[in-house]
Structure formats: C-alpha cells, structure tokens
C-alpha cells in the first residue's frame, strides 16, 4: 500500500511534541503553523500556533500504523470506523502553498458553500476557494474537508476571478455583501 496523508488527532498542546517524536522515528510529518500575538501582563510577543490545533499530517502506510499510534501525545488517527481516511494531496499542496507565500493566516470556521474563485496572480497563483471581506480586506478561505476545519489568508482582490458553481474544489462564502 502507498504512503499518503492521513490526519492525526493527538493531546491538547502536543502537537509540536508529536511532530519531534514522528520525525525521529523517520516519518515525513506536515504541521501548519500560524503566527499570532499573544499578551502578557508585561509584554507582548509573537508564537508561531498550530494552524489547526490538535491536529497535525503525518504520510505513512497506513496497513503499518502501530508505530504512529503508539508515539506518545497520539489519541488516533482520523478514520471512518477503524479505516483511516487519507487527506487529499491537493488540499495538502494548497496548505503548503499558502504558508509558503508568507501572507497572513489564521485559524476560521469550517466554510461549506458559497462563491468558488480561482487565485489568477500572486503568491497563491493557481489555488481555489472562498473570499470573504473582513473589515477593509478580502480572505480567502482554504478548507481541510476532512476535518471540517479551515484557515483565512489574506489576499488582494484583484488576484481573483469566479469559479463555475459546481467545482469541486476549496469553498468560500461571500459574507457582508
């Protein structure tokens, strides 16, 4: 059986842990991070968090997954019964390009419908999924289905162009129109 992407759930605020022990043990692991400010009585400091907390990617086959499920820190993997389910490579590539473009991102709610667009230019050149306005800005919305979680980045307005209605790709819902 291939390797693929599968989604595990591990111990609130171990994500970080998981992702040392998985890669010491020579697995490929994806842990999406975003940065955010966080206050204290006498300081304010910038931490990198996890874009989805409790979750993190890890690619192995998964008719050989003790070893992941015994790593300290992993409750499971995300499965439907006892089969684990496999992330979509694209959905994979579309996190990883995001992060990569350097734009602001941050945790949102899952999305399921509305307006489909396409990233014609720019950093996200080629990527799909839902804007939304924020404040004075424009989002788009990238969407992990399986987890029915998802991110916003930032992006200018005039990289992108609609989708047809029946895509199949990322969504995003046009909100305070």
Avoid at 117 to 134: A, F, Y
């Amino acid at each position: 059986m291939a390797e693929l992407w599968y989604t595990l759930h591990v111990r609130t605020q171990f994500e970080k842990c998981v992702e040392a022990h998985l890669e010491a043990k020579g697995y490929e692991v994806f842990l999406p991070t975003c940065a955010s400010l966080h206050r204290w009585s006498d300081r304010i400091k910038t931490v990198s968090s996890p874009l989805f907390p409790t979750y993190l990617f890890c690619r192995f086959d998964a008719s050989s997954r003790f070893q992941i499920l015994v790593t300290p820190g992993v409750h499971n993997i995300v499965s439907i019964g006892r089969t684990p389910v496999p992330v979509d490579p694209q959905e994979i590539s579309s996190i990883r390009q995001v992060l990569a473009s350097g734009l602001r991102t941050e945790p949102w709610p899952y999305l399921k419908t509305g307006e489909t667009v396409s990233i014609k230019t720019g950093p996200l050149e080629g990527l799909t999924g839902c804007v939304i306005r924020q404040k004075s800005c424009a989002r788009l919305i990238v969407s992990v289905t399986l987890l029915m979680l998802s991110f916003s980045v930032e992006i200018d307005r005039r990289w992108v162009t609609p989708l047809e209605a029946d895509s199949s790709a990322l969504t995003v819902t046009p909100v305070g129109q």
